[in-house]
């Protein structure tokens, strides 16, 4: 049940920060996909809910942290690229729900769903190397999604004989586990936002005004 909150304190630093800094919305989207297809192929295939169960909590979670992005992002989101996803999203969703999507498509999608992965976790990696810093990622959300990871590992290799489910479960693990590795890579300074110890005040010499004599 971890996987109801996982994406919690990510989503709770957010909104207290009131800053998306630092976090790459792009990552989120490709997140929202590859939840998407995990769910999609899963449920079409028979699969046991626990090898895929918690993609459908965190494609809910990562949807309220693609808004927070949109709200506190330094520059703000256009109207064109949010309606551009919401209308992709809508469409997917209504593909996999109305059962659309023919067989061969899902196989396709699933061997795609390895490179989304990589195309959503790849942008943070990168943002985080080039500014030496974390931003306001969270780092039990990154811990939680590289322990979930694992779990799904050993689930999968338990209940499913999968190569594809197993290979996109590794592929999570190897990247949500260099993010969380960034938290002890790239420490913050510990005396960047020190106050500066004030020197003890010198007394002010008082002039004394002389009076200038006509």
């Not at 995990?38 to 895929?52: A, D, K, L, Q, W």
């Not at 990871?149 to 592929?171: G, K, N, P, Q, W």
């Not at 586990?177 to 960034?182: A, E, K, W």
């Amino acid at each position: 049940m971890g996987s109801l909150l996982v994406k919690v304190p990510q989503i709770l630093k957010i909104w207290s920060n009131k800053s998306a800094e630092g976090i790459s919305i792009s990552s989120f989207y490709w997140e929202l996909v590859v939840y998407l297809l995990s769910c999609g192929y899963n449920i079409r295939y028979g699969n046991p809910f626990s090898t895929y169960g918690e993609n459908a909590f965190m494609f809910f979670q990562s949807t309220i942290l693609v808004f927070l992005c949109w709200s506190f992002s330094k520059g703000g989101v256009s109207i064109v690229e949010k309606i551009t996803v919401l209308g992709g999203f809508g469409a997917m969703i209504t593909l996999i729900a109305l059962n659309l999507v023919p067989d061969r498509i899902y196989t396709m999608m699933a061997i795609l769903s390895l490179v989304l992965l990589i195309m959503a976790r790849l942008p943070q990696i990168l943002i985080n190397m080039k500014h030496k810093s974390t931003g306001q990622l969270s780092i039990i959300t990154c811990f939680l999604n590289f322990a979930g990871c694992l779990a799904r590992i050993f689930t999968t290799l338990r209940e499913v004989s999968d190569v594809l489910v197993l290979a996109t479960h590794l592929t999570g693990a190897a990247l949500n586990g260099i993010i969380f590795l960034h938290f002890f890579i790239y420490k913050p300074a510990k005396g960047a936002d020190a106050k500066t110890k004030t020197s003890p005040k010198k007394s002010p010499t008082k002039k004394t005004e002389t009076k200038k004599e006509r």
